[in-house]
């Protein structure tokens, strides 16, 4: 292969490197991959430096060197394990504090910004459904077996997936189980 053609994939995978790692800080950060859970993200804002709709290699080299200086608390130009742990601890942190926020609006019923034990999810009628679930023996208590059982399933419910309608067939699923 000529030195030319090896020069232009070295700078093509150079511009991918780049990319992959200008794009990922931003991605992960502000939750925008189609709404499909936790992972990478892309914020095309973020990275589009000038506004002007086009995110360019070097809009994305830019953005990396200040998340990286952003991360590089010391100012001594390495990312120390301590650096990265903070980094990634204020990115958990700070979406937790964006789900609970939204937990409190969504459960706060009387609306002073604060959960009561009343309105705590599991204190309503779906906590008395799940209880019933898992009850499979309908004694009014929850043992280790029934647990075990549940957890079997993948937190499925009695009611589902062929293990019965009644009462007491979570019970006589367990005594099948046994044999």
Known sequence: MKASKLAGIAAILTIGAVAVAS???????????????????????????????????????????AEFQARDTDGDGLLSQDEMVAAVMARVQAGMAERIGRMIEKRDAD????????????????????????????????????????????GRGKHRHGHGHGKHDGKRWMQDREQ
């Open 23 to 65: 794009i990922t800080p931003a991605m992960a950060r502000d939750g925008q991959m189609g709404g499909r859970g936790p992972g990478p993200r892309f914020d095309f804002e973020t990275l589009d430096a000038n506004k002007d709709g086009k995110v360019t290699p070097e809009e994305m080299a830019e953005h990396r060197a």
């Open 111 to 154: 609306g002073d910004g604060k959960i009561s034990l009343a309105e705590m999810p599991g204190g309503d009628e779906r906590g008395a459904r799940m209880f019933e679930r898992m009850d499979a023996d309908g004694d009014g208590a929850i043992s280790a077996e029934e647990v075990a059982e549940m957890q079997d399933r993948g």
